[in-house]
């Protein structure tokens, strides 16, 4: 059974940086991706990015271009979300997924403050 448990989140300021962690636990084989999404209060949920942890290529949703990083650590089976110049639209809960299987954390709440 795939498990997935994102830490990292917390109260920032606007202009902060964090760094949120998606660790996975489970059998699922070598080709699958693992993305980032987040849901603000009153939003669809939406994608943040995804990594491909068979090759490492990587994509972005619109939030995330330009200020937001994605990387793994096949040796901790952990991805991880850099997040810099956040501002409080920025605030959501991030989720991660993992696919195929279409497997869910229970998210992280990240909220930044003006």
């Known amino acids: 059974q795939v498990q997935l448990v994102e830490t990292g989140g917390g109260l920032v300021q606007a202009g902060d940086s964090l760094r949120l962690s998606c660790v996975k636990s489970?059998?699922?084989?070598?080709?699958?991706?693992v993305g980032w999404f987040r849901q603000a209060p009153g939003k669809e949920r939406e994608f943040v990015a995804a990594?491909?942890?068979?090759?490492?290529?990587?994509s972005y949703g619109d939030p995330a271009k330009g200020r937001f990083t994605i990387s793994r650590d096949n040796a901790k089976n952990t991805v991880y979300l850099y997040m810099n110049r956040l501002n409080p639209e920025d605030t959501a809960v991030y989720y991660c997924?993992?696919?195929?299987?279409?497997?869910w954390g229970p998210g992280t709440q990240v909220t930044v403050s003006s």
């Open positions: 990594i491909s942890w068979n090759e490492g290529s990587m």
């Open positions: 489970g059998r699922t084989g070598s080709l699958y991706h």
């Open positions: 997924n993992l696919n195929p299987g279409n497997h």
